[in-house]
C-alpha cells in the first residue's frame, strides 16, 4: 500500500502545475482506475493532494508543501546551489540544472536560463528520470559503486521506456566514458537535436547525491566544446560538494 501511495504521489508531482485527471494517474502507475480514485480521495482528505472541481484534475495539496517546508532544512541545497547555476549559465551560455537523486531516480529541483537564445526544453523542475537515463542520472549512476550498478541494471529495463541506446551494454559504454573523463554526455538520446552534460554532486559520506547539468541545442556541444564546458561542470560541482561538506560541519 505505502509502496502505491509513494508512486501516485510522484506521479502527480509529473504533472504538475496542470494536474492529472483520474484516468492520467491509473494509466501512468499501471493501477485500476477505481484504485487510483480510492487513493486520491484518501490522501485528499489527509490534504496530501488536491482536486480542481472545475477541472477535476488532481494536484500535489498543501500538507505536502508543510511537510516540504520542513524537510527542506535537512534535504534542500537549492540555495547553496544557486550561486554556481548562474554561473555556469552565464559562462556557458547554455541552461543550467540541479538535479537530486532520488531512489532508482533522479528529480529536477532547480534551474538557470542561459541567454543562448536557442533553447532545449527537455528538463523543468519536477521532472523525473530513471538512473543512467539523460545526463545527470548518468553522472550519478557513474560514479555509484559497481556492486550498485549491477544491481541497479540487473533489475531495471530502460530499453521499454526508452528504446536500444539504453541497453545495459549502452549504458555501460557510457558509464565507462563519464569515469574517464569525469563529466556525463547525452548525445541527444531522450530527445532528437537535445544535448546535455551533467556531473554530479557528493554529500558529506562521498555519495553521488546530487548532478548539475547544462543541456542546449546539439551545434552548441561540438567535440572541440565539450572538453571546455566539461571543465566547467566539473569545477561548478565540486565547489557545490565543497559548500555542502561546510554546511554539514
Known amino acids: 500500500m505505502v509502496g502505491r501511495v509513494g508512486a501516485l504521489l510522484r506521479t502527480v508531482s509529473s504533472y504538475e502545475p496542470d494536474g492529472a485527471t483520474t484516468s492520467d494517474l491509473a494509466r501512468a502507475t499501471d493501477l485500476a482506475r477505481p484504485t487510483v480514485h480510492r487513493l486520491l480521495g484518501s490522501l ?14 488532481w494536484s500535489l495539496g498543501p500538507e505536502l508543501y ?3 517546508s520542513v524537510a527542506a532544512t535537512r534535504y534542500d541545497i537549492t540555495d547553496l546551489a544557486g550561486d554556481v547555476l548562474r554561473d555556469l549559465a552565464r559562462e556557458t551560455g547554455e541552461s543550467a540544472f540541479l538535479t537530486a537523486r532520488r531512489g532508482d531516480e533522479t528529480v529536477c529541483v532547480a534551474s538557470e536560463e ?4 536557442l ?5 523543468h523542475i519536477g521532472i523525473r528520470f530513471p538512473l543512467g537515463v539523460a545526463s545527470a ?12 550498478i549491477d544491481e541497479y541494471l540487473s533489475r531495471v529495463d530502460l530499453t521499454a521506456a526508452w528504446g536500444d541506446a539504453h541497453s545495459r551494454a549502452a549504458v555501460e559504454k557510457r558509464i565507462a566514458a563519464t569515469r574517464l573523463t569525469g563529466y556525463s554526455v547525452n548525445p541527444a538520446l531522450v530527445v532528437e537535436g537535445s544535448w546535455g552534460m551533467g556531473a554530479a554532486v557528493f554529500d558529506h559520506r562521498g555519495a553521488p ?12 556541444f561540438r567535440a572541440d566544446r565539450t572538453p571546455h564546458v566539461g571543465a566547467l561542470l566539473l569545477s561548478g560541482a565540486h565547489r557545490l560538494t565543497q559548500l555542502l561538506r ?4
Open 246 to 249: 561546510h554546511r554539514t560541519r
Open 119 to 123: 533553447r532545449s526544453h527537455v528538463l
Open 137 to 148: 542520472g548518468l553522472a550519478i549512476l557513474s560514479h555509484m559503486s559497481d556492486k550498485d
Open 114 to 117: 542561459g541567454s543562448f537564445p
Open 66 to 68: 508543510l511537510l516540504g
Open 44 to 57: 485528499a482528505e489527509e490534504g496530501l493532494v488536491d482536486r480542481d472541481p472545475k477541472s477535476g484534475r
Open 209 to 220: 547525491t546530487w548532478a548539475l547539468s547544462l543541456t542546449g541545442v546539439e551545434s552548441r
